[in-house]
Nanobody
């Protein structure tokens, strides 16, 4: 089993920044992709950003240029630096990890951007 612990959410004004972290622990043999999804009130969960073990990244169009995903393989940790936040970025952010071809999800951390 793999456990994911997220941190870094909170309340911020529009234009501000937050940094999310997600540390994976447990029976980790091979972590492939790591990423962040978000779910806004009344909407489906959507991919925000992902990064492969080789460092290739993928972003939702609306966050390109504002968000940066990175990972520390030695610490099994993925980060999401969020700048120039907008009210539409509000939602619960979930860490997602694929390890040995199994999907794992964090419990989520709330990000609220006020206008």
């Amino acid at each position: 089993q793999v456990q994911l612990v997220e941190s870094g959410g909170g309340l911020v004004q529009a234009g501000g920044s937050l940094r999310l972290s997600c540390a994976a622990s447990g029976s980790i043999f091979s972590i492939n992709a790591m990423g962040w999804y978000r779910q806004a009130p009344g909407k489906q969960r959507e991919l925000v950003a992902a990064i492969t073990s080789g460092g290739s990244t993928n972003y939702k169009d609306s966050v390109k240029g504002r968000f940066t995903i990175s990972r520390d393989n030695a610490k099994n940790t993925v980060y999401l630096q969020m700048n120039s936040l907008k009210p539409e970025d509000t939602g619960v952010y979930y860490c997602h990890v694929v390890a040995s071809r199994v999907d794992y999800w964090g419990k989520g951390t709330l990000v609220t951007v006020s206008s």
